[in-house]
Structures are given as structure tokens and as C-alpha cells.
């Protein structure tokens, strides 16, 4: 079956940096449309980012210019770095998986998901 494990979250101070993992299986990653949502406690699931097949990537307005989505299809993979994190930025982290392709920001979009991982920025 599909799995999505994430991995890479912590606390990090506000103006750092850090780096999430998503390794995926159960399927053929190369063909899959990858993205990164994040949900805050008491608060609705949200689009940060998206990587496509290609390789294109589009990001949510609130993390342009500070997050980057990037893939290694070689290695089922799928990676955001965060920079200059603010404490906003706290959230549980999930990796999702769309069959799609193209700069899809709605959860219904996505297939797969995993469990997420916890970032938190202290102020």
C-alpha cells in the first residue's frame, strides 16, 4: 500500500532554518504531483507547496521566497526548506500525493497523505 512518512520536524528559534523529509512507497513517484500542507491546532488544513512531475513548483503566498519544494524521483523523495521561520510558521507538517498534476492547492486534490511531523518556532 502507499506510504508517505515524514520526517525533518523540531523547534527551531524564529529567523532559522529547517528541512523536512517525505519519503513515499507504494507507488510510482515519478508520476505523482507531491505537496506539503500544514495545520495548525484548531485550524483547517493549508496549501504551502507544490511539486509536480516536471518538476515545476508553485507555493501559497504566505511561504514565497522562504520555503522551497524540491524532488528526487531516484529516490522517492520530496523535501521543503524552510527558511527565515516565524512562529506563524507552527504547524504540523504533511506530505500529500496526487495522481494529478499541475498546481492543484485543494486538499481533495490528493490521494495520499501521511502523518505529518511537528515544526514549531519559538519567538
Known amino acids: 500500500q502507499v506510504q508517505l512518512v515524514e520526517s525533518g520536524g523540531g523547534l527551531v528559534q524564529a529567523g532559522g532554518s529547517l528541512s523536512l523529509s517525505c519519503a513515499a512507497s507504494?507507488?510510482?513517484?515519478?508520476?505523482?504531483?507531491m505537496a506539503w500542507f500544514r495545520q495548525a491546532p484548531g485550524k483547517e488544513r493549508e496549501f504551502v507547496g507544490t511539486c509536480w512531475s516536471g518538476g515545476s513548483t508553485y507555493y501559497a503566498d504566505s511561504v514565497k521566497g522562504r520555503f522551497t519544494i524540491s524532488r528526487d524521483n531516484a529516490k522517492n523523495t520530496v523535501y521543503l526548506q524552510m527558511n527565515s521561520l516565524k512562529p506563524e510558521d507552527t504547524a504540523v507538517y504533511i506530505c500529500?500525493?496526487?495522481?494529478?498534476?499541475?498546481?492543484?492547492?485543494?486538499?481533495?486534490?490528493?490521494?495520499?497523505w501521511g502523518q505529518g511531523t511537528q515544526v514549531t518556532v519559538s519567538s
Open positions: 507504494g507507488l510510482t513517484f515519478s508520476r505523482y504531483g
Open positions: 500529500a500525493a496526487s495522481r494529478r498534476s499541475g498546481a492543484m492547492i485543494r486538499v481533495r486534490d490528493y490521494d495520499y
